[in-house]
């Protein structure tokens, strides 16, 4: 059974740092395609970005230049390092994987960017 988690969340100022993590089980996230989104209340969810299975990574505009996506695969836990935050950051982040049998998403990690 596929599951995955993600950590890492919590409150920050503006300008600060947080990594958030997506923990796999059952499945090797180096095979996938994976992708990280965030929503606020009452909105869609947004796509920040993601990660290849060649490791190359795209990110949306609103965060290049300040987050950063990495794969660790010894650990198959993908990172979103995310500095220089901003309060318009704050949302619940969850990362997912697209597979033919399905989407599988996380819980989400909620994170809150305020002074």
């Known amino acids: 059974q596929v599951q995955l988690v993600e950590s890492g969340g919590g409150l920050v100022q503006p300008g600060g740092s947080l990594r958030l993590s997506c923990t796999a089980s059952?499945?090797?996230?180096?095979?996938?395609?994976v992708l990280w989104y965030r929503q606020t209340a009452g909105n869609d969810r947004e796509m920040v970005g993601n990660?290849?299975?060649?490791?190359?990574?795209f990110l949306t505009g609103s965060v290049q230049g300040r987050f950063a996506i990495n794969r660790d695969n010894a650990k198959n836990v993908i990172y979103l390092q995310m500095n220089n935050l901003k309060p318009e950051d704050t949302a619940v982040y969850y990362c997912?994987?697209?597979?033919?049998?399905?989407?599988?998403w996380g819980p989400g990690t909620q994170v809150t960017v305020s002074s």
């Open positions: 997912n994987i697209p597979t033919a049998a399905g989407d599988y």
């Open positions: 059952g499945l090797s996230l180096n095979r996938y395609v």
């Open positions: 990660i290849l299975k060649n490791g190359e990574t």
